[in-house]
């Protein structure tokens, strides 16, 4: 596979897997204004790829927010940790669901809150 082109048929299998809600934040695309993108966990700076394994749907917000970064220091431990990998990770792992923003409950989930805002 191409190391930058993502055909349609990928980008619709990302969506699809997805069920077309954000994989980060958990909002609906058809709830959004914007139309979701495919963007790579890992970024291309870093050495990601543009296979299915490496792509995750999100909205517009938070492929912003998260850019080609990939972890963040905890504010609690000071620590570097990585980002919350919707392919590798359970959500309620490291998140708890509230009406409004999610709860961290790892530094996985607090560091991916604090850069996506």
Known sequence: MSYRYISAELREL???????????????????YFSYQVEHIISRK???????????????FCNRFKGSDIASLSSESGELARFYNPRTDRWREHFVPTGVMPIPITSIGEVTIKILQ
């Not at 990302?14 to 959004?32: G, H, I």
């Open 14 to 32: 990302v969506a699809s897997r997805a069920n077309f809600v954000c994989e980060y934040c958990l909002v609906s695309e058809e709830d959004s």
């Open 46 to 60: 870093h050495g990601g790829t543009s296979d299915r394994d490496n792509l995750a749907y999100a909205c517009t």
